[in-house]
């Protein structure tokens, strides 16, 4: 659709299969910026970037569609850091993509949330699932899983590509658990699918690409709520902090499209507020592949040392021209 300067593509559809995500998105065709429907007040969007790196043009054009999507509606635009991990993030990115936006011309509003400072939003969440008996602990390690699922033969794979957790931990027995757990093995918690979406009954979600979508967190098995090293994941994060932050609108890649399946169900069990989401296409870059974080070349801040500008950036996502995103 877009190239820039042989730089890279917007594509459209086709970019889903370089992907990890399956053609079944419901998802094609170019992104428009979405209008709230009248009478709506303005939406809130909002960027959250894992610094786990600088950022480049796939980051820079989710960043851009989240504050045209709300500047365009009068609506506002929030900063996330979702900076759980304690390994991989680290300060310096921090201070490299707050710079990088601003230097995008990008203003948002109220200070930056850091999840990092609240751990303990996260873990009141994690006891309120615990509450309801819909999560357990799993102390399974990669190492067990992958030779459960190899033993099992024809296991099923979740929509990223992984075999979905074979459910090893789901039935042991209460005393187990405490004996285990009294023993210092470290754990995760899961997420029992079947038992929550048996509480919740059948939800919904809204795409402004896909319409009307029913939640289906069973294709992802019994997903990691909280990690064994702190009490929180990203799906568990992500979810409470859009609620806690008025997000009203969720815009963010393609590839996160499914893991809204189960963001709808946390919702639901938790009783935050379930946003509109719009999933974007992802930026490819000049031979068709999803850019990553170790591809040096597309990151703003190697593009600005060469010379580029702001103004360029836009200009090769496409965003900012009139008529290139803006809606129907
Ligand atoms: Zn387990």
Not at 77 to 90: A, G, H, M, T
Request: with cysteine.
């Amino acid at each position: 659709m877009i190239a820039a300067g042989g730089l890279l593509n917007l594509k459209g559809p086709s970019a889903l299969s370089h992907g990890r995500i399956p053609p079944q998105t419901l998802l094609s065709g170019a992104d428009r910026i979405p209008l709230p429907a009248e009478g709506e007040p303005p939406p809130t969007t909002r960027f959250a970037p894992s610094p786990t790196g600088f950022l480049h043009l796939g980051h820079a054009y989710s960043a851009l569609f989240a504050y045209e999507a709300a500047r365009q509606n009068g609506g506002r635009f929030l900063v996330r850091l979702e900076n759980i991990d304690p390994l991989r993030c680290r300060p310096e990115f921090e201070r490299a993509i707050l710079e990088d936006l601003a230097w995008l011309g990008l203003d948002w509003d109220g200070p930056v949330r850091r999840q990092s400072e609240h751990m303990e939003v996260y873990r009141a969440a994690l006891e309120a699932l615990m509450g309801l008996g819909v999560v357990y602990p799993c102390f399974c390690t990669r190492r067990q899983i992958r030779m459960e699922v190899e033993e099992a033969g024809r296991a099923p794979h979740g929509p990223s590509g992984e075999p979905v957790y074979p459910g090893i931990c789901r039935s042991l027995s209460a005393e187990e658990r405490e004996r285990r757990i009294r023993r210092g093995e470290p754990f995760a918690w899961r997420l029992d699918v079947e038992k929550a979406l048996s509480r919740t009954g059948p939800l919904w979600w809204y795409d402004y690409r896909a319409g009307w979508v029913e939640a289906t967190p069973q294709i992802f098995g019994d997903v990691v709520i909280a990690r064994k090293d702190i009490p929180t994941s990203y799906h568990l994060s992500v979810t409470v902090d859009d609620h806690l932050q008025g997000v009203t609108l969720v815009t963010r890649g393609e590839d996160l499209f499914h893991a809204t399946h189960i963001h709808r169900l946390l919702q639901a069990l938790l009783g935050l507020d379930t946003p509109r989401y719009y999933h974007h296409n992802l930026v490819a870059d000049s031979r068709g592949q999803r850019m990553a974080k170790r591809n040096r070349a597309v990151t703003l801040r190697h593009l600005r040392d060469c010379g580029r500008r702001p103004d360029d950036i836009w200009r090769m996502l496409g965003l900012g021209e009139a008529g290139t995103a803006v809606p129907a």
